[in-house]
């Protein structure tokens, strides 16, 4: 299983952004999708996360910024960034809870793509 994120990329603040994230691969059932964000030096934070039935849940810091969706035929999730802050500058990882034959379920992590805010 593989996930492919993109989108990523530098905008002044106040600006948007959306992020994509494609999994491939033998997965048979995805779950939940997320996306963290990490910063040098500091833990992984969860940003934003969506269940199978489209239920929603977001990390303090980006409530009413941000808005993630998914595509579930696609096996895709996104991640829509408004109004955004030098803050919000990280790396920004697509993860998935998803189900494959060899690996039963288990969390599934992409590559991570660059968001810089310039102020």
């Known amino acids: 299983v593989q996930l492919q994120a993109s989108g990523g990329g530098l905008v002044q603040a106040g600006g948007s952004l959306t992020l994509s994230c494609k999994v491939s691969?033998?997965?048979?059932?995805?779950?939940?999708m997320n996306w963290y964000r990490q910063t040098p030096g500091e833990e992984r934070e969860m940003v934003a996360g969506i269940g199978r039935g489209g239920e929603t849940n977001y990390g303090e810091s980006v409530e009413g910024r941000f808005f993630i969706s998914r595509d579930s035929l696609d096996n895709m999730v996104f991640l829509q960034m408004n109004n955004l802050k030098p803050e919000d500058t990280a790396v920004y990882y697509c993860n998935v809870f998803a189900f494959s034959e060899s690996t039963r379920w288990a969390h599934f992590w992409g590559q991570g793509t660059l968001v810089t805010v310039s102020s």
């Open positions: 691969g033998p997965v048979v059932s995805i779950n939940a």
